[in-house]
DNA sequence: CATCTTATTGATCGTATGATCAATAGTAGA
DNA sequence: TCTACTATTGATCATACGATCAATAAGATG
C-alpha cells in the first residue's frame, strides 16, 4: 500500500526511477485514461513526492504525449505480430478487422479517444497523434497494396483506402465505448463493407466465428 | 468589448437571462469545444458575474449535457430536413455521407469527439450522447430500412447496419479533426465502402462532384 | 412615494492542476 | 572515515475549476 505515512522513497538510480515514472503513467493511462496521467497521481503511484516526478519529466504534456504514443505503438506492434504470420493479405485483412474490433481494446479506444480531444490543447500530443496516425496506416496500406499486387484486391489509392479502414475502425471502436451493449453483428458487416471499398466478392473477409 | 471594469449587469427577466446563458454556452462550445463550456467563461462572454451562471444553472455538468444535446440535435434536425427531400433512399442516403463528410462540420465533430471523453466523468453527458446517438441511428436507419422495402438495399439488419454507418462517419470525421490535410477521397470511397455493405452495385452512391 | 420581491453581485471556500527551489539525506568515491 | 555529488523532498506559488451565501440594488407593486 502506498501508505499516507509513507516516509522516504528509496533512492534509485535516475535510470532505473524514469523507468519507474514511466512505467507508472503507461499503466495509469491504461487504467484510467490519459486524463488520470497528472503529476501528483503519477507521484501517487510510484509513492514519490510529486516534485520528483516534475524532476525526471519537466514537461507534463511531454509525458503525456509519450505515454500516448508507447501505449498506441505496443499495440501496433502486437497487431503487426499477429498479422505478419497469415500467408495471404485477405486474410491479414480479416484477422486485422477481426481483431480490432472485438471489443477487447476498450482501453487503448479511451486513450485514442482523449488524445483526439487533448490534443487540441497540447500541441507535443497532436503531434504524436499525428504520428502513430501515420504509421497506423501505413501498415494497414502495406496490407492493401499486398493485396492489390496479387490482386486480391482492387483499389485505385491504397493510401486512401487505409485511411478509410482506419477511420471506420476507430469510430466503430469509439462507438463501442458508449454503446458497448448492442452493436451484435460488427464483424460480418464492417466485413460486408471493406469487400466493397476493396471490390472483394460478398463473404470474402467473413469472420471464422461465424463462417 | 466585456470591459474588464464592467460595472453591473442590467436587470432581465429570468426567462430572458436563462436564454441568454444558454447561448453563451451553445456559442462557446462551437466555438472552442465543450471543453470551454465553464462557469467562468459562460459568465464572462454574457458579461455577468460567475455566480449568476451558477444561479441559473446550479449544475455545470447539466448545462454541458444539455449545450451538447442542443448542438447535435440540431445538426441532425438539418440533415433530417435536407435528406428528406430527396426521392429515393438511395439519393438520400448519398445526400447523407455526402453531407456529413464534406469537411464542414469541424465544430461539431470537435463536440462529439469531447463529449465521448468527457462522458465517462460527466453522467449527464455521457446520457445525452446515448440519447443523441440514438436519434442518429434512427434517422439512418429509417432510411436503410425505405431502401430495404424498396429493394434498393439489402441487409438483414437495418438497425446494426444504420450503426455501422454512424460509426464509419463518426470515425473518418474525427480522423479528419487530425489529419485535415490528407483524405482524398474520401467520399468515393466511403460510398464503395457502403454499397458494398448494402448489396448495392458499383458507384450507385457515387457522390454527384465525382460523376 | 413607500414597500416588497428578486435579479445580481463580491467575497470566499475547497479542490485540483503544473511548476519552482532551497534544504535534506543517501551513497559512491577519495 | 570524510567528502562531494545528487536523488529526493516539503513548502509554496500561481492558476483554474465549481460551488455557496449574505448583501445589494433594480424594478414591480401597492
Chains 1, 2 share one sequence.
Do not use: C
Not at 2 to 21: G, M, N
Request: hydrophobic share 50%; aromatic share 4%; no cysteine.
Amino acid at each position: 500500500m502506498s501508505s499516507p505515512t509513507r516516509k522516504k522513497a528509496a533512492r534509485k538510480s535516475p535510470a532505473e526511477r524514469a523507468a519507474e515514472i514511466s512505467d507508472a503513467a503507461h499503466e495509469l493511462a491504461l487504467e484510467q485514461g490519459l486524463s488520470a496521467v497528472t503529476l501528483r497521481a503519477v507521484a501517487a503511484r510510484v509513492d514519490v513526492a510529486p516534485a520528483l516526478v516534475a524532476h525526471y519529466e519537466p514537461d507534463m504534456q511531454a509525458l503525456i504525449a509519450s505515454t500516448f504514443a508507447s501505449i498506441v505503438a505496443a499495440e501496433l506492434a502486437e497487431v503487426d505480430a499477429l498479422v505478419a504470420g497469415l500467408p495471404t493479405p485477405r486474410e491479414r485483412l480479416a484477422a486485422m478487422l477481426a481483431t480490432l474490433l472485438d471489443g477487447s481494446r476498450v482501453d487503448v479506444t479511451v486513450i485514442w479517444v482523449e488524445a483526439w480531444a487533448m490534443g487540441r490543447r497540447n500541441e507535443a500530443l497532436a503531434a504524436s497523434v499525428r504520428d502513430e496516425m501515420d504509421a497506423w496506416q501505413a501498415m494497414i496500406r502495406g496490407v492493401v497494396e499486398a493485396g492489390v499486387a496479387s490482386n486480391e484486391f482492387e483499389t485505385d489509392d491504397p493510401a486512401a483506402a487505409a485511411w478509410q479502414l482506419l477511420g471506420m475502425i476507430d469510430g466503430l471502436n469509439a462507438q463501442a465505448l458508449v454503446r458497448w451493449g448492442d452493436a451484435a453483428d460488427r464483424g460480418s458487416l464492417i466485413s460486408h463493407a471493406v469487400e466493397g471499398m476493396l471490390g472483394l466478392e460478398r463473404g470474402a473477409l467473413a469472420p471464422p466465428s461465424v463462417g
